[in-house]
């Protein structure tokens, strides 16, 4: 299987920045996408920014101009650069990866999830 660990998360005033990373590790045969979504309270998970395999980026149209997805190959590790933060930014942000894991006995492809990290942009 595949872990997932988030780390950046964190307080920043209105118009910060914020850094999020998030590697991956296991028994990784391919990760062909990796990404971020968040989740504010009440609503529903959306997606923020994926980059796949081949660097293909898609943003969600509510951080284009703001925010910067970028990868790392070598250490399968996904970046999300986060400027000109606003208020409605605020939401637990939950690193996602569409990958191929070795099971023992057979290759399997699944959604995995990192545990989420808290960010918060307030004065």
Known sequence: QV??????????????????SCAASGSIFSIHVMGWYRQ??????????????????NYADSVKGRFTI??????????????????????VYYCNADATAYITTYY????????????TVSS
């Open 108 to 119: 399997r492809r699944s959604i995995y999830w990192g545990q989420g990290t808290q960010v």
């Open 40 to 57: 504010a309270p009440g609503k529903e998970r959306e997606l923020v920014a994926t980059i796949t395999s081949g660097g293909s980026i």
């Open 3 to 20: 872990q997932l660990v988030e780390s950046g998360g964190g307080l920043v005033q209105p118009g910060g920045s914020l850094r999020l």
């Open 70 to 91: 970028s990868r790392d190959n070598a250490r399968n590790t996904v970046y999300l650069q986060m400027n000109s933060l606003e208020s409605e930014d605020t939401a």
